[in-house]
């Protein structure tokens, strides 16, 4: 059942990958390196299991978006309990 799951989520980032690459019009190698990169950060930041997604299990933080870098309040991360919490 893993390897159907491993499949699933290669499947998703695929499409996700295909729906960039014809929204953005992607043509160099430097934007395929681009697209990729952006697509690996959407399905880490996704929610997952327990509340977590994969960047936030690993790092103990919510990522900071670029709006959110503008913003005068302090940068999120996850507390003990997996709350959102001001640094």
């Avoid at 996700?16 to 934007?31: I, Y």
């Avoid at 978006?65 to 709350?83: C, F, H, I, Q």
Wanted: aromatic share 6%; proline share 3%; with cysteine.
């Amino acid at each position: 059942w893993k390897i159907g799951k491993i499949e699933v989520q290669n499947h998703l980032w695929r499409n996700m990958f295909h729906r960039v690459v014809d929204s953005h019009a992607v043509l160099g190698e430097w934007q395929v390196d681009d697209a990729a990169l952006a697509v690996n950060n959407a399905t880490n930041t996704l929610l997952k299991r327990c509340g977590r997604s994969p960047f936030a299990a690993a790092f103990g933080r919510v990522p900071t978006l670029p709006g959110e870098m503008l913003s005068d309040e302090g940068k999120a991360v996850l507390g003990r309990d997996g709350v959102r919490e001001r640094e």
